[in-house]
C-alpha cells in the first residue's frame, strides 16, 4: 500500500515559520511530480507550490517569495518550508504525488494525497 504522510502542522504566530513535510511509504520506485495544496472550510482546495522530478517548482502567487518546495528523491520525501506566515495562509495543507510502486504483476503508477495537516497562523 502506497501512502503519503504529512506532518509538521501545528499553531505559529504572523511572520512566524513553520516547514511541513510529506514521506512516502511502500513498494515505491519513484516520485514523480509532488505539489501541497491548501483548504480552508467551505472552499475550493488550491495549488501552494509544485516541484517535478528533476526540481523544477511553481508557486502560487500569493506565497511567492515567501514559501519553498524542496525534496529529498532518497529519502521519499518532500518538503515545504513556509516563512512570513500570515493568518491567511491558515489551511489544512495537503501533500499530493504521482507515484510508480511495484506489485508482483509489474510497476503501476498512481496519484495519491495525505491525510493533510493543520496549519494556523494567529497571535
Known amino acids: 500500500q502506497v501512502q503519503l504522510v504529512e506532518s509538521g502542522g501545528g499553531l505559529v504566530q504572523p511572520g512566524g515559520s513553520l516547514r511541513l513535510s510529506c514521506v512516502a511509504s511502500?513498494?515505491?520506485?519513484?516520485?514523480?511530480?509532488m505539489g501541497w495544496y491548501r483548504q480552508i472550510p467551505g472552499k475550493q482546495r488550491e495549488l501552494v507550490a509544485t516541484?517535478?522530478?528533476?526540481?523544477?517548482?511553481n508557486y502560487a502567487d500569493s506565497v511567492k517569495g515567501r514559501f519553498t518546495i524542496s525534496r529529498d528523491n532518497a529519502k521519499n520525501t518532500g518538503y515545504l518550508q513556509m516563512n512570513s506566515l500570515k493568518p491567511e495562509d491558515t489551511a489544512v495543507y495537503y501533500c499530493?504525488?504521482?507515484?510508480?510502486?511495484?506489485?508482483?504483476?509489474?510497476?503501476?503508477?498512481?496519484?495519491?494525497w495525505g491525510q493533510g495537516t493543520q496549519v494556523t497562523v494567529s497571535s
Open positions: 511502500g513498494s515505491i520506485f519513484s516520485i514523480n511530480d
Open positions: 499530493n504525488a504521482g507515484i510508480t510502486y511495484y506489485l508482483s504483476t509489474g510497476p503501476y503508477m498512481i496519484n495519491r
Open positions: 516541484i517535478t522530478s528533476s526540481g523544477s517548482t
